[in-house]
């Protein structure tokens, strides 16, 4: 049976909750503790680097679990594995002239990039990391704290 895939709560959370969503909220839904998992280390180090950027971000707007692990490793992999090819690409450029026939052929680097980018953005949208799939998440900003304030709450309680 197939049909819109269910959004995650803390998604819906984000979005500002179930009256926006007029469904009943999921109660029952796994809550994995917000966690940061370690970085795998068959990661290249491009990927480590990735792996340390998108995992702060996603560690301070609290959608990150070690359940996650495997999503984010392999866009951070994808990252590099993108970022790799698109270094590669204006070498010899997007088509060249094959020395042996004469005929033209594509760069296999312009396909390493392609495929990359895709995998890279399957996981991005899984991760909240692409305008799109953040557009209507709404995060809480800390709230600043007079020291005025908290010093008079802490001496009265």
């Given amino acids: 049976m197939k049909g819109r895939k269910s959004i995650p709560s803390k998604i819906i959370e984000l979005r500002g909750g179930t009256k926006h969503t007029?469904?009943?909220?999921?109660?029952?839904?796994?809550?994995?503790?917000?966690?940061m998992p370690a970085c795998?280390?068959?990661?290249?180090?491009?990927?480590?680097?990735?792996?340390?950027?998108c995992g702060k971000i996603l560690m301070t707007i609290g959608l990150m679990t070690e359940l996650d692990m495997a999503v984010l490793a392999g866009y951070?992999?994808?990252?590099?594995?993108?970022?790799?090819?698109?270094?590669?690409?204006?070498?010899?450029?997007?088509?060249?002239?094959?020395a042996k026939t004469g005929l033209p052929r594509l760069n296999p680097w312009l396909r390493v990039a392609r495929e990359a980018?895709?995998?890279?953005?399957?996981?991005?949208?899984l991760l909240g990391l692409s305008p799109s799939s953040r557009a209507s998440l709404k995060v809480e900003k800390p709230k600043v704290v007079d020291p005025a304030e908290a010093f008079l709450r802490k001496i009265h309680g």
Avoid: F, N
């Fill in 76 to 98: 951070c992999q994808a990252y590099s594995e993108w970022a790799r090819a698109t270094v590669e690409v204006p070498v010899k450029g997007p088509v060249w002239i094959e």
């Fill in 117 to 125: 980018y895709d995998k890279m953005m399957k996981a991005a949208v």
């Fill in 40 to 53: 795998p280390a068959h990661l290249d180090d491009m990927a480590k680097i990735e792996w340390e950027r």
């Fill in 22 to 35: 007029h469904k009943k909220p999921r109660d029952q839904e796994p809550q994995p503790p917000e966690k």
